[in-house]
């Protein structure tokens, strides 16, 4: 790789499997994931990487329950509060299901699992407390180091490097139920393709969404592009009757303690019009994914009545309920 060359798919699978069996060292392991800061990666390595991940996961059963995960890639660094893991709050307060896939913070101060352990949340892999999380609040967390041996593996090296990573890419791709809806943001218009190429392969009613600012979903602070099995579209906030946001304004603040208080705000419907207005339009995409036939004004005005009407933070005090 140091050469310029690239690995096949299975050559790329046999290294994360022998990640995952804890073959390599750490200084093995910083190199390795240091290349992929050096180039783009592959479609053949990130289905290859997919592949082994998704090989060794540890599987959970919902049936054919309609859910969605709403995830970033993360690595895009902004520092954001944790817009995915409110929108899926947001969501839930609607009435749908939230199978979300997440893991600590690797290269921001709050990761999905940051913020939900500082309300006191326990990460389980208990199959009825899942189905009942899922049933009772509308949301099942999966924290990723329960469920894909791989991502465990190499967390404290992820975390060492304080950078953007391939695993960055990897993490929307490799959840352990394999929804069939994904909102999925990413932090460049490449990536976006690509999620939407690998999406439609695998069958996923994936929506992928990128700020052109740079931002892994819809920020608000400048013109995003949206591409669903629809097709691509570009919009600009104001299209959406949302006012544009300065980034400052989504900062999730200098620690975790910081990032959970906007969260709070948030859901509770009294944090500031930017923070808020970020939420609904990430939680109107996801709606609008898994309810194609509603136009986008109605899946923002559900999205702003979740919040306002208390049933995203009802959701949310039920989840913890659940999970403590």
Do not use: W
Request: some cysteine; proline content about 3%; overall charge negative.
């Amino acid at each position: 790789m140091f050469d310029h060359k690239s690995l096949s798919r299975e050559e790329s699978r046999q290294v994360l499997l022998n990640i995952a069996d804890g073959l390599y060292n750490d200084a093995q392991l910083s190199a390795f994931m240091t290349v992929y800061l050096m180039r783009s990666i592959t479609l053949d390595e990130l289905t290859g990487f997919r592949d082994a991940i998704l090989e060794r996961r540890n599987p959970v059963d919902f049936g054919n329950i309609k859910a969605i995960d709403i995830v970033g890639t993360g690595g895009d660094g902004k520092n954001t509060f944790n817009i995915s893991t409110a929108s899926c709050f947001v969501v839930a307060g609607t009435g749908r299901k939230v199978v979300k896939h997440g893991n600590y913070g690797a290269s921001s101060i709050s990761g999905a699992s940051n913020v939900l352990e500082q309300h006191g949340v326990h990460f389980t892999s208990d199959p009825d407390i899942l189905n009942r999380s899922l049933d009772e609040s509308g949301v099942c967390y999966l924290h990723a180091p329960f469920f894909s041996p791989a991502l465990k593996s190499v967390a404290s090296v992820r975390k060492a490097l304080g950078v953007r990573t391939f695993f960055n890419m990897l993490g929307p791709l490799v959840n352990p139920v394999m929804p069939k809806h994904q909102l999925l943001g990413v932090y460049n218009l490449k990536l976006l393709r690509l999620y939407s190429y690998i999406a439609r392969r695998e069958g996923i009613d994936c929506t992928v969404v990128h700020s052109l600012d740079g931002y892994d979903e819809i920020s608000l602070t400048s013109l995003f592009k949206v591409s669903s099995s629809e097709g691509e579209r570009l919009y600009d906030p104001s299209q959406l009757g949302f006012e544009t946001a300065r980034q400052e304004e989504l900062s999730g603040g200098d620690t975790v303690q910081e990032a959970a208080g906007i969260f709070d705000r948030v859901l509770a419907g009294t944090a500031s019009r930017a923070q808020i207005d970020c939420v609904v339009a990430n939680s109107a995409f996801a709606i609008l994914t898994l309810e194609p036939s509603l136009s986008i004004n109605e899946a923002i005005s559900q999205a702003r009545e979740s919040i306002t009407s208390g049933a995203a933070l009802g959701a949310f005090r039920k989840f913890v309920e659940i999970n403590r």
